[in-house]
């Protein structure tokens, strides 16, 4: 099969490199991809929002597939797009993105079904959303509704910064992403995601993996688009599965109750809350850098599977997983998740990959005169297989010191918390 992957960051190489294990798989390219992907598949350099221009490529080069991994093109339609040229794909529609690309749909959704999540209220305009923190308690959530980068949601403190916040969104700082806000009560609890395969109002899970959004050691510091992650996760009760499970499995169901057809993945970011887990978010895709951990421990075969979701015969297969554990750093520019610089000298991936069970996945990274170098905040994500968390870890670690590049920087602390156990996140 000709396949065509549609993005170009860790999570599409990722996907690239589990693509390419499969007998199924010939020639295959990305758009737009990144210096690193270049050496696995062919890229081409057309926008992952430009619709038209993808789907016409897609059609003059008559690719077999194709993997939208990215969420604005799933919001804009790609999927719909190619399905209208006779291209099958894997990712949902339009219509079902919608549960990442507009929060007030996701949560009208949950509160409709009784679905586990924050509580939360629905402002259109400033002077609203301004009026209602004056009553509010404290910490509290801000987020705009629509898709803004990763960077659309603010837990704020004190009163002063939830004003900023909504003020950020009001006034444009997303775009239309920010016209609508959703103001919702902060949880409190570790962090978990699971992702699962879905099709035919069914939902089959992944092995649930756990990020470090925060930039500095100690969870300190602004969000990010994650920093590490790790796969599975020890500290999650087998209750806590089945519920997560669960959830994933009744979100599915009442989509489909909606008439909506989803196909593809659905990324379910859980809050482990003393009440049980409950839903921070929905996202219409695979994970950045979830899916740099949880795609290696697949031992299925992926154009297998993918081609399955989109053919709604996916209860024919039966996910299988390695024992191993698997532990994702990322590797930074200096100034992340602010400002930084691009075009330095990146070295030691071949000496890194050279290691057992150890693969670099390349996020923001670009080749100019043959020369590997940074293009992105976060630059590369350093992968390892281990028997124990601690030796994966450990090999991580490892591999790391092999790389370098002016300004590099990373967390020392992936994973840290939770081999001291689940009483680490009531310290």
């Given at each position: 099969m000709k396949i065509l992957v549609v993005g170009g960051g860790g999570r599409e190489h990722a996907i690239i490199r589990a693509l390419k294990k499969s007998p199924d798989c010939g020639d295959i390219w990305c758009a737009p991809g990144n210096g690193?992907?270049?050496?696995?598949?062919?890229?081409?350099?057309?926008?992952?929002?430009?619709?038209d221009a993808m789907v016409a490529f897609a059609k003059a080069e008559a690719f077999d597939y194709v993997v939208v991994a990215q969420?604005?093109?799933?919001?804009?339609?790609?999927?719909?797009?190619?399905?209208?040229?006779?291209?099958?794909?894997?990712?949902?529609?339009?219509?079902?993105?919608?549960?990442?690309?507009?929060?007030?749909?996701?949560?009208?959704?949950?509160?409709?079904?009784?679905?586990?999540?924050?509580?939360?209220?629905?402002?259109?305009?400033?002077?609203?959303a301004l009026a209602y923190l004056k009553t509010a308690?404290?910490?509290?959530?801000?987020?705009?509704?629509?898709?803004?980068?990763?960077?659309?949601?603010?837990?704020?403190?004190?009163?002063?910064?939830?004003?900023?916040?909504?003020?950020?969104c009001f006034d444009g700082a997303f775009g239309d992403a920010g016209s609508t806000v959703v103001i919702e009560e902060c949880m409190t609890g570790p962090e978990c995601s699971l992702l699962c395969f879905v099709t035919a109002g069914q939902s089959f899970p992944m092995a649930p993996a756990q990020d470090h959004k925060r930039a500095y050691d100690g969870d300190l510091g602004p969000n990010t688009g994650g920093m590490g992650v790790y796969s599975p996760v020890p500290i999650v009760t087998d209750e806590e599965?089945?519920?997560?499970?669960?959830?994933?499995?009744?979100?599915?169901?009442?989509?489909?109750?909606?008439?909506?057809?989803?196909?593809?993945?659905?990324?379910?970011?859980?809050?482990?809350?003393?009440?049980?887990?409950?839903?921070l978010e929905f996202n219409a895709r695979f994970g950045d850098p979830e899916t740099q951990v949880v795609l290696p421990r697949l031992k299925n075969d992926l154009v297998e599977v993918m081609l399955a979701c989109a053919n709604c015969e996916l209860d024919q297969i039966e996910l299988d997983w390695r024992d191993e554990w698997a532990v994702a750093v990322v590797l930074t520019s200096a100034g992340y998740?602010?400002?930084?610089?691009?075009?330095?000298?990146?070295?030691?991936?071949?000496?890194?990959e050279a290691m057992e069970n150890v693969t670099v996945y390349h996020a923001g990274t670009a080749v100019v005169n043959g020369q590997l170098l940074t293009n992105g905040g976060r630059v590369l994500a350093v992968t390892a297989l281990g028997d124990t968390f601690e030796n994966a870890r450990n090999l991580a670690y490892e591999a790391c010191e092999k790389?370098?590049?002016e300004g590099k920087t990373l967390r020392?602390?992936?994973?840290?918390?939770?081999?001291?156990?689940?009483?680490?996140?009531?310290?």
């Open positions: 690193g992907i270049g050496y696995d598949a062919t890229c081409k350099n057309i926008p992952a929002t430009d619709v969420d604005d093109p799933l919001a804009l339609g790609m999927v719909d797009a190619l399905a209208k040229v006779g291209i099958p794909a894997f990712g949902p529609d339009a219509a079902a993105a919608r549960i990442e690309a507009s929060k007030v749909f996701s949560k009208d959704l949950m509160k409709k079904y009784h679905i586990p999540t924050a509580q939360y209220e629905v402002f259109d305009t400033s002077a609203a308690s404290f910490p509290i959530v801000i987020k705009a509704d629509g898709l803004a980068a990763g960077k659309g949601v603010v837990v704020a403190e004190t009163v002063e910064d939830a004003e900023a916040a909504v003020r950020a599965h089945a519920t997560m499970v669960k959830v994933m499995e009744q979100t599915v169901a009442e989509l489909a109750a909606e008439g909506i057809d989803y196909r593809g993945c659905l990324y379910g970011g859980f809050m482990l809350t003393p009440a049980g887990p409950k839903v998740p602010g400002s930084y610089e691009k075009g330095k000298v990146i070295t030691g991936i071949t000496e890194a790389i370098d590049f020392h602390d992936i994973g840290l918390r939770a081999l001291r156990g689940r009483d680490a996140w009531d310290a």
